[in-house]
């Protein structure tokens, strides 16, 4: 299996929670989390998942094999690992909105 795959599974099952928890909040008249946030958020923990990655394997702390990767890079950094905090910023929200906090019930 490789990276790019197993990423693509990530993120459609983040998006897919996501957009249940969007039409849940909608049929409940309730308002889901705003996209201003997720998108700051997003581009936050991309832009540090760019920086540490690349310093981790330019360290040698870990690396790919080449077989495994789709070979389109930032820096060092294979484009899959950027999936998972994508996922990660896109599902948290959503659980959020789904489970929302106890105050709010």
Sequence with gaps: ?????????????????????ALRAR???????GWRPIVLAAVALLVLTAVFDNVMIATGLFTY????????????APIEDFAYPLAGVVLLPALW?????????
């Design 97 to 105: 909105t789904l489970f929302g906090s106890r105050r709010a019930r």
């Design 65 to 76: 094999a080449d077989a495994h990767i789709s070979g389109v890079r930032i820096g060092l």
């Design 1 to 21: 299996m490789t990276y790019l795959i197993l990423a693509r599974a990530f993120l459609a099952v983040a998006v897919a929670v996501a957009v249940i928890a």
């Design 27 to 33: 049929l409940a008249g309730t308002r889901p989390i």
